[in-house]
């Protein structure tokens, strides 16, 4: 059953661009050890969530709609992100580097955010200009958030899987 306060897709998607906007804003101003973990481990939940639904449902539903290199960036840039939730993840506020990652990993949410909601030609309005139904895609979408934050919360969410990149080693 679809949140009634998002009145489509992109209105779900976008209230999770800002959601995790404002925890940033949170981890930056954190000055504890804890409460920086906790608010990491928050964003990378969220960000886990967001990209499942979007890769599995949203990106599949535009495919041959849109321009098919707007949704192969967004694949990329995803993976980009997953390297850095799974490398938050598995460390803590005391080791090197931490804080640099959560911030580098917001500057490249920015980016995506910027790439999917930019006015005409950014992929939201592209996906607005099709004829897919964009509230059945929203009810489609929050059933499957619903079963995803209801799994981190009893069992925790796998690691993410990069999709389009294929990471090696230097």
Excluded at 48 to 54: C, F, G, N, P, Q
């Amino acid at each position: 059953m679809a949140e009634p306060q998002f009145t489509d897709a992109i209105a779900l998607l976008k209230a999770d661009h800002q959601k995790v906007e404002e925890l940033f804003e949170k981890f930056e101003k954190a000055t504890s050890s804890n409460r920086k973990q906790a608010l990491a481990q928050d964003i990378c939940v969220e960000l886990k969530v967001h990209t499942l639904i979007e890769e599995e449902i949203f990106y599949p539903a535009f495919r041959g709609l849109i321009e098919d290199n707007t949704l192969d960036e967004a694949y990329v840039e995803h993976d980009g992100a997953k390297v850095l939730i799974n490398d938050i993840e598995a460390s803590s506020p005391d080791d090197d580097f931490y804080d640099a990652k959560v911030k580098v990993l917001s500057e490249e949410i920015k980016h995506h955010v910027h790439e999917e909601e930019m006015p005409s030609e950014g992929m939201f309005a592209q996906c607005r200009k099709t004829d897919v139904d964009l509230v059945a895609l929203r009810d489609q979408m929050a059933g499957r958030k619903t079963e995803l934050l209801t799994l981190a919360k009893t069992s925790g969410l796998p690691a993410a899987k990069p999709t389009a990149v294929n990471l090696v080693t230097a």
